[in-house]
T-cell receptor, first 108, second 119 residues
Framework: DAKTTQPNSMESNEEEPVHLPCNHSTISGTDYIHWYRQLPSQGPEYVIHGLTSNVNNRMASLAIAEDRKSSTLILHRATLRDAAVYYCILQAGNQFYFGTGTSLTVIP | EPEVTQTPSHQVTQMGQEVILRCVPISNHLYFYWYRQILGQKVEFLVSFYNNEISEKSEIFDDQFSVERPDGSNFTLKIRSTKLEDSAMYFC?????????????????FGPGTRLTVL
C-alpha cells in the first residue's frame, strides 16, 4: 500500500536540469510532501519540502500539482555530486512514509 | 556544524538477544525519530518522539521495540528479543519542529546509521 510511487531510476547529463516525478494520489489535505536524498552508505539528507505552493531553495525546486496528487523535484543543473537515491515522502502528522526512491545517475 | 551521531556503527547479535542502539541528536532539537532500512530496500519509519513520549509509531514498531531519552542528550532504541528479520540499518534523526505550523522548520537531520546484524 505505497503512499508514493516513483520511477526506479533516471539518468541525466551533467549540467542539465533533472525532473524527478512522484505520484501521491492518496494524499490528505494536511500531508506535507518532502524530498530527501541518500548517497551510498550515508543517512538520508533533506532536500526540500512543501504543502501546497511551489517551493525553491538553494538545492532544488519543488513543483506541486494543483490537486496535490503529484509533485516534481527539479534539480536545475545536475552535478556528479547529485548522483543519489531521491526519496519522495509524505508526512502525515508526525509519521513519514518513504517511497521506494529514484536512483539518479549523472552522466559526465 | 552540528550533527546527529549514532553508536555503535555495527552491532552483531544472536537471535533472541536484546540490543540497544544509541543516538545523540542535535542539541536544540525537540523531535526525534528512528527509521530502519533493510538492505536494498526503502527507508521505513519506526517511531517519532517528542516531550518524552512517543508521538507516532508505525506498524513495524511492535511490543519488541521501545524508545527512551534517558538523559538530556541520548535517544535510544531497544529491541527486546531480536529476530533475523530485524537485521537492517537503523537511522536516528532529529528536527527542531515537526512542520505542523506554517513556517516551522521540520528538516530532519539523519545520523550515519547503525548496521544491526542478527545471527
Amino acid at each position: 500500500d505505497a503512499k508514493t510511487t516513483q520511477p526506479n531510476s533516471m539518468e541525466s547529463n551533467e549540467e542539465e536540469p533533472v525532473h524527478l516525478p512522484c505520484n501521491h494520489s492518496t494524499i490528505s489535505g494536511t500531508d506535507y510532501i518532502h524530498w530527501y536524498r541518500q548517497l551510498p552508505s550515508q543517512g538520508p539528507e533533506y532536500v526540500i519540502h512543501g504543502l501546497t505552493s511551489n517551493v525553491n531553495n538553494r538545492m532544488a525546486s519543488l513543483a506541486i500539482a494543483e490537486d496535490r496528487k503529484s509533485s516534481t523535484l527539479i534539480l536545475h543543473r545536475a552535478t556528479l555530486r547529485d548522483a543519489a537515491v531521491y526519496y519522495c515522502i509524505l508526512q502525515a502528522g508526525n509519521q513519514f512514509y518513504f517511497g521506494t526512491g529514484t536512483s539518479l545517475t549523472v552522466i559526465p | 556544524e552540528p550533527e546527529v551521531t549514532q553508536t555503535p556503527s555495527h552491532q552483531v547479535t544472536q537471535m533472541g538477544q536484546e540490543v540497544i542502539l544509541r543516538c545523540v541528536p542535535i542539541s536544540n532539537h525537540l523531535y526525534f525519530y528512528w527509521y530502519r532500512q533493510i538492505l536494498g530496500q526503502k527507508v521505513e519509519f519506526l517511531v517519532s518522539f517528542y516531550n518524552n513520549e512517543i508521538s507516532e509509531k508505525s506498524e513495524i514498531f511492535d511490543d519488541q521495540f521501545s524508545v527512551e531519552r534517558p538523559d538530556g542528550s541520548n535517544f535510544t532504541l531497544k529491541i527486546r528479543s531480536t529476530k533475523l528479520e530485524d537485521s537492517a540499518m537503523y537511522f536516528c534523526a532529529s528536527s527542531e519542529d515537526f512542520g505542523g505550523l506554517a513556517g516551522s522548520n521540520n528538516e530532519q537531520f539523519f545520523g550515519p546509521g547503525t548496521r544491526l546484524t542478527v545471527l
